[in-house]
């Protein structure tokens, strides 16, 4: 697999980079030389050394508009987009899960992506070899879906057919879509049981975001490899 050494002269977006997996990808690609703008809900919220913060509730299509209309309309490129930001409340099944959470979750993990790529394809279909990553889970793979959790579940789902969409309507403009999931992380989300870093976590994502024109595109990754 061709992959980039050096991204000197390009642009990435990584949404919740604030902390956990999404700051340690932030953190990989300004190492890697990209200029990355690092998504916070708060512009008093932290984000990984050389980065830029921008602010950017996934929920918000303001929010979205707006950095698409500012920030990336005067950069005038986009070679990277990390939806990574998400929320994670397990447990229940379809009759004890309530409602508001259900809204809550896929207005993150699913509606949030969809609009980010909404404002944002447009610029990243300018580079031949843009690139989509999207930050998934294991739990939203159709072949294993049972175990409670169904809203976290159906959003991770709905974010691989995001990816697929990508795939099947901009890959031959030169867009590579693809989605991984991290393993367990200890984050927040994740918790302090898990069993890998976020440095682990955040190896196959920055693994994806250096991949060179023609490379796979449409399939969804762990630990480097083809899962879907
Ligand atoms: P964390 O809880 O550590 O971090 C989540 C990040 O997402 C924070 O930066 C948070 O910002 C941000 N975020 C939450 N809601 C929004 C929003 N509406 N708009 C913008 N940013 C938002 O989680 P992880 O780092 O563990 O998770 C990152 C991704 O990895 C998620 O998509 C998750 O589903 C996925 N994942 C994680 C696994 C794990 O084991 N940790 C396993 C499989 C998948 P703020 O600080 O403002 O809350």
Redesign the pocket.
Same mark, same amino acid.
């Given at each position: 697999m061709e992959l980039h050494d050096d991204l000197g002269g390009q642009v990435a977006l990584v949404?919740? !980079?604030?902390?956990?997996? &999404?700051?340690e990808i932030a953190r990989n690609l300004n190492d890697l030389g990209a200029t990355v703008y690092a998504?916070?809900?708060?512009m008093n919220?932290e984000v990984p050394d050389g980065c830029e913060k921008v602010l950017?509730?996934?929920?918000q299509e303001g929010d979205i508009d707006a950095i698409a209309d500012g920030v990336f309309s005067e950069v005038g490129r986009l070679d990277i987009l990390v939806n990574?930001?998400?929320?994670?409340e397990f447990g229940d099944d379809i009759v004890a899960e309530p409602p508001s959470r259900i809204d809550r979750t896929l !207005?993150?993990?699913l509606r &949030?992506p969809m609009l980010v790529c909404k404002h944002l394809v447009p610029l990243l279909v300018q580079q031949d070899g843009g690139r989509v990553v999207n930050?998934?889970?294991?739990?939203g793979q159709l072949s294993g879906m049972d175990g409670g959790s169904p809203a976290?579940r159906v959003s991770?789902a709905g974010l691989n057919g995001l990816t697929t969409y990508l795939h099947g309507e901009y890959n031959e403009q030169g867009l590579m879509a693809n989605a991984v999931?991290?393993?367990?992380?200890?984050?927040?989300?994740?918790g302090e049981d898990?069993e890998?870093s976020?440095e682990k976590?955040a190896a196959t994502p920055t693994w994806l975001c250096r991949f060179t024109p023609g490379n796979p595109s449409g399939a969804f990754w762990r630990d480097k490899e083809r899962i879907d």
């Open positions: 949404t919740g !980079a604030n902390r956990g997996i &999404g700051a998504g916070a809900r708060s919220a950017l509730d996934v929920t990574n930001a998400g929320i994670g !207005a993150t993990n &949030g930050v998934s889970s294991g739990m976290y991770k999931c991290p393993g367990w992380v200890r984050t927040d989300l994740g898990a890998r976020v976590g």
